[in-house]
Structure formats: structure tokens, C-alpha cells
């Protein structure tokens, strides 16, 4: 009886009380005094654990001056499982519905990825997590022939693990006050955090190709790892040729040449997913921070660590415009062509995910920042909408405001973090889910639009 009645609680809702669970368990350790170098209200610390969890980055408090060495350690468990969570929870539950095969395709746009969803669970995971830990140790150590060089030893282990694990699982807490900044011209350390957070945000499936492309050189990649990896490769040098156009007599002013590239690449990398930065967001002018708002809103791939509506549907959308646009009645890439069910579901990912930034941006977070004095900085919607679309990406990056919210803001925030990481996969599963078919259809009509 037991084992039925937890078959019909729906996926969903294993999600939500999984991630709910840990959050609120996250909360509670770090807001312990022995957690902390000095207390923190709970709302702080629920904050802190919410950003962790949902691998955003978005702090309202110092990191390194706040959590001793058991914070430290309880923030690298919940952005380990934070990240890992979303990959182990979505596979189990793809496996559970390999016989949905809308859900599949809606997953990984292409059925030839469903080869790699029929082996045993146990085995899947296990080989996730290997994925995981030996890309994570070799950050890790690749970052200690760096840190050793400045720090002592526990304190070089200590930044190379936390790093490691935070850039791979794109969460971008930093136990650096000014993230990476004073790292701004440093093509080694910047380079290994960005190849982790890369990685992080392919995706598991993308990465297991990549591993086999390795291994066999005649080995072909599925459409879905196509279509992420040149998404991902376009977004990453597209982002940084104008970060780069905007801020070299700005920004980059007194940088090399060199510096200005290394700059331009790293921010275009982090924006996306990580929530790091080498340069102060502040210098930045609108029209640079306006791309990094398009790059956080679109986020990492599918099966990641990363948030946004992810690469594949930024895809799907651009090509379906670009084909209209040149009067193609199907959208078309590799030689294939993108379903109308990919289209539509494509579709609704991103209007629900507008919706949801105009009821927090306009309806909310403005309502209760009105009277407060954030209001009186300049540019102070932007700010905002910077912040928010930075919380529902699962970003992190910021214009300073964070820790200057009020509570009631920030707990706005801490819903779009949540709701960035697994709303819009409970939103498809809600539908998905829904068995009941329309036997019937009312008469076409054509209607006047643009």
C-alpha cells in the first residue's frame, strides 16, 4: 500500500519537497552561531542556502568574512548537491517516463539521445558522478598549483575545492569579497574556472559525447550535443565581440590589449551561468550590462548545472525566425528540422518565463522597493531588473544591491531563484503529465496581427 501510494505522488512534487528540503536544512546549519564568524538573521541565511541550492551565486553577505571554515564547508555541500541534485533528480525521473515519448523528446529535442536512457539506473548515475568528481578534482588541482603559490597549504586546498565546485556547478560563490576581480589579467587561474564552467553548463549527456568523440574519433554526434555545443560556442564569442566593442575605451580603458580579450571572453562565459566577474559590473555601461541581461536570461543547456531558458530553446526560437524570415515554412539546422512540438514547447518556456520576471520585476520587486532607498540610487529599476533576471538565470552576478534589499524583496528573490531552477521543468511536467486528450477541434479563423 505504501509503495503505491508513493508511486502516485507526482514527479513534480519530489522535486519541489527534495529542493525544499535541503534549502531549508541549509538555512538552519548556516545560520548557527558556529557556522558563522558573526551571527546573521535567518532570513540571510535562508537567502544564502537558496542560492546555494539553486547554484545562483546572489549574496547578502560577505562570504569569506562571514562563514568560518564549517560554513564554508556546508555552502560547497549544498552547491554540490545543489547541482548535482538537478541532474540526478531530472535523470530519474526521464527514466521513470522513458515510455512518455513527448516528455524525451521535449528533453533532448532529438530521439537519438534515448539510447542513453535506457541503461540501469544505478549504472547512469554512477557515471555521472564520476563525470562530476574527476572533472571537479582536476579543477581542484589545476587551481592549487595556483593558490599554493600564494596561500599555505590548508588555505590553497580550501580555495582550489570551493572554487572548483562552484564554478563547475556554475554557482559562482567566491570566497574572494570582489569575486575575481583582482585576478582580471590572470589567463591561467580565469581559464581553468572557465573550462569548469563550461563544462557545468553543457549538460551530462553533451559531455558523455564529448567523452566518446574522445575515445572514437569517427563517433557522431547526436543533434541535441550539436545544437548545444554551436549554440554555446556562438553565445560564448558573439557575447564577448560585443562586451569587448562596448567597453574597450570604458571599462578596459587601461588594460593591455590581452587583458581586454582575457576580460571580454570570461565575463561572456560567466554571464551566462556562473555569476562570477573579473570586472567590477559597475564600470560597465547599460549597453554592456543589457547583453549580459540576454546572456543570463538564456542561461546554460539542458541537463546542466545551469539555469535560463537554456541554449536549445534559444535555438529553436532564433531559427524558427530566422526561417520565416526568409520564407522557409520549417525551421531547419544540421539537416534536421525542429518539431512543431519542440517549437510550441519552446514557445511556452519563454512567455511563461516573461510573465514571471513582469509579475516580480514590475508588480513586486518595484512595489517594495519603492519606498526603500535603493530607490534613490541611479538607474535603480535597472538595477533591479539586472538582479532579477541574475535570480532567475541562476546567475549571481549583481550591481551591488543585493545585501541593501529589504526583506520582503528579498524574499521575491529567493522565489525567482527557486523558480528559475525548477519552475519552468515543473511547468513541462505539468503539462506532460496531463493525460487527457481533446477529442475534439473548433473551426480555424485567421486574425489580423503585428
Same mark, same amino acid.
Given at each position: ?17 527534495s529542493?525544499?528540503?535541503l ?18 538573521s ?52 526521464m ?14 529535442i ?18 555521472l ?15 592549487f ?15 582550489s ?12 560563490f ?20 572557465s ?5 557545468g553548463?553543457?549538460g ?16 557522431k554526434?547526436s ?6 555545443i554551436?549554440?554555446?560556442i556562438?553565445?560564448i ?12 575605451g ?16 570570461f565575463?561572456?562565459?560567466t554571464?551566462?551561468?556562473a ?9 560597465f ?5 543589457? $547583453?549580459? +541581461?540576454? =546572456? &543570463? /536570461?538564456? *542561461? ?8 535560463? @531558458? ?7 526560437i ?10 522557409k ?17 519552446s ?13 516580480c ?5 518595484s ?18 531588473l ?22 520582503g524583496?528579498?524574499? $521575491?528573490? +529567493?522565489? =525567482? &531563484? /527557486?523558480? *528559475? ?8 511536467l @505539468?503539462?506532460l503529465?496531463a ?9 480555424e ?6
Amino acid at each position: 500500500m505504501k509503495t503505491n501510494y508513493l508511486k502516485k505522488i507526482p514527479p513534480t512534487l519530489w522535486i519541489i519537497a527534495s529542493f525544499l528540503i535541503l534549502i531549508i536544512l541549509g538555512a538552519v546549519s548556516l545560520y548557527l552561531k558556529s557556522s558563522t564568524y558573526k551571527s546573521i538573521s535567518f532570513i540571510d541565511a535562508l537567502f544564502t542556502s537558496t542560492s546555494a541550492v539553486c547554484v545562483t551565486g546572489l549574496a547578502v553577505v560577505d562570504t569569506p568574512t562571514t562563514f568560518n571554515h564549517q560554513g564554508r564547508l556546508i555552502l560547497m555541500l549544498l552547491m554540490q548537491i545543489g547541482g548535482l541534485g538537478v541532474l540526478t533528480i531530472t535523470s530519474f525521473i526521464m527514466i521513470l517516463l522513458t515510455k512518455n515519448r513527448h516528455y524525451l523528446n521535449f528533453k533532448v529535442i532529438d530521439e537519438t539521445l534515448t539510447q542513453g536512457l535506457k541503461f540501469e539506473f544505478r549504472k547512469f548515475i554512477l557515471r555521472l558522478f564520476k563525470f562530476v568528481f574527476v572533472i571537479e578534482f582536476c579543477g581542484a588541482l589545476f587551481l592549487f598549483f595556483y593558490f599554493y603559490q600564494k596561500y599555505d597549504l590548508l588555505n590553497a586546498v580550501e580555495l582550489s575545492i570551493f572554487h572548483s565546485i562552484s564554478a563547475f556547478c556554475n554557482a559562482g560563490f567566491s570566497l574572494f569579497s570582489n569575486s575575481l576581480e583582482n585576478y582580471y589579467n590572470n589567463w591561467y587561474l580565469l581559464g581553468v574556472i572557465s573550462i569548469l564552467i563550461i563544462s557545468g553548463g553543457l549538460g551530462f549527456f553533451v559531455l558523455e559525447e564529448i567523452y566518446e568523440k574522445i575515445k572514437k574519433t569517427k563517433y557522431k554526434f547526436s543533434f541535441h550535443s550539436k545544437v548545444v555545443i554551436s549554440a554555446t560556442i556562438f553565445l560564448i564569442f558573439f557575447g564577448a565581440l560585443l562586451i569587448f566593442i562596448f567597453e574597450y575605451g570604458c571599462a578596459f580603458i587601461d588594460y593591455d590589449f590581452s587583458t581586454k580579450i582575457l576580460s571580454s571572453i570570461f565575463q561572456s562565459i560567466t554571464s551566462r551561468t556562473a555569476g562570477f566577474n573579473s570586472v567590477n559590473l559597475n564600470s560597465f555601461n547599460e549597453s554592456t550590462l543589457l $547583453i549580459i +541581461i540576454v =546572456l &543570463m /536570461f538564456i *542561461g546554460g543547456s539542458p541537463g546542466s548545472c545551469a539555469g535560463g @531558458i537554456k541554449t536549445t530553446t534559444f535555438t529553436v526560437i532564433f531559427f524558427s525566425i530566422y526561417s520565416k524570415i526568409i520564407g522557409k515554412n520549417n525551421s531547419q539546422l544540421f539537416k534536421r528540422t525542429f518539431s512543431k512540438d519542440t517549437l510550441n514547447k519552446s514557445v511556452i518556456l519563454i512567455i511563461s518565463a516573461l510573465i514571471l520576471l513582469f509579475i516580480c520585476v514590475f508588480m513586486l520587486l518595484s512595489i517594495l522597493e519603492n519606498h526603500h532607498y535603493i530607490k534613490e540610487l541611479n538607474n535603480y529599476f535597472f538595477k533591479i531588473l539586472f538582479e532579477a533576471v541574475s535570480a532567475f538565470g541562476t546567475v549571481g552576478l549583481s550591481l551591488g544591491i543585493t545585501s541593501f534589499l529589504s526583506t520582503g524583496a528579498k524574499i $521575491i528573490v +529567493i522565489l =525567482l &531563484m /527557486f523558480l *528559475g531552477r525548477i519552475g519552468l521543468l515543473t511547468f513541462a511536467l @505539468i503539462i506532460l503529465d496531463a493525460n487527457e486528450k481533446i477529442e475534439y477541434s473548433y473551426p480555424e479563423e485567421d486574425l489580423m496581427i503585428g
